[in-house]
T-cell receptor, first 113, second 115 residues
Framework: DVKVTQSSRYLVKRTGEKVFLECVQD?????MFWYRQDPGLGLRLIYF???????EKGDIPEGYSVSREKKERFSLILESASTNQTSMYLC????????????FGPGTRLTVT | AQSVTQLGSHVSVSEGALVLLRCNYS??????LFWYVQYPNQGLQLLLK??????LVKGINGFEAEFKKSETSFHLTKPSAHMRDAAEYFC?????????????FGQGTTLQVKP
């Protein structure tokens, strides 16, 4: 079974803090993705990566950065957390070729106070 | 630009009734289409996918979806709803990005199943 794990299920941070969300997959997938999920808006892509040290902006990259130093690990960084970044964050992975389904982690519910 | 529209943010059915969740897509090329389900406080799980083989696709938990090119639709159905089907459902289309693909999701439909 493909396994995508996320470092925390629930996280509470203060405004201005630097926040790291970690994602690890065990299926040797080339692609990894970070989404945020908000009610009524579905899933919106923040960043994705198709290889180590490679990254591409998604639809809403502002306020976020990412890091992929190893193939299995993809980190999302909030440089200075703000209350409008309170959301559910979902990580996913899949093989490189188009048409494959993405496999999702359980999500991290982040609250910024 | 490719997009996905799910008609109805909330759908309510009685247990045992037909489930119909609607999804329309726009795509300039033959699409790859997916339905995912999300149970409370969990990640997304693949229900089924269309990748240009049979137009009627069967998935897990008794769900199926029919690809209709003329209507640009990929509606999800289940003949008889169970209480455990209560969840949020997402339709998605795969779009090309460089030499790979990424998913565009609809807004989601919350399915409520009444006893």
């Amino acid at each position: 079974d493909v396994k995508v794990t996320q470092s925390s299920r629930y996280l509470v941070k203060r405004t201005g803090e630097k926040v790291f969300l970690e994602c690890v997959q065990d299926m040797d997938h080339e692609n990894m993705f970070w989404y945020r999920q908000d009610p009524g808006l579905g899933l919106r892509l923040i960043y994705f990566s198709y290889d180590v040290k490679m990254k591409e902006k998604g639809d809403i990259p502002e306020g976020y950065s990412v890091s992929r130093e190893k193939k299995e690990r993809f980190s999302l960084i909030l440089e200075s957390a703000s209350t409008n970044q309170t959301s559910m964050y979902l990580c996913a992975s899949c093989p490189l070729r188009q048409g494959y389904e993405q496999y999702f982690g359980p999500g991290t519910r982040l609250t910024v106070t | 630009a490719q997009s996905v529209t799910q008609l109805g943010s909330h759908v309510s059915v009685s247990e045992g009734a037909l489930v119909l969740l609607r999804c329309n897509y726009s795509s300039s090329v033959p699409p790859y289409l997916f339905w995912y389900v999300q149970y409370p406080n969990q990640g997304l799980q693949l229900l089924l996918k269309y990748t240009s083989a049979a137009t009627l696709v069967k998935g897990i938990n008794g769900f199926e979806a029919e690809f209709k090119k003329s209507e640009t639709s990929f509606h999800l159905t289940k003949p008889s709803a169970h209480m455990r089907d209560a969840a949020e459902y997402f339709c998605a289309v795969s779009v090309r990005s460089g030499n790979t693909g990424k998913l565009i999701f609809g807004q989601g439909t919350t399915l409520q199943v009444k006893p």
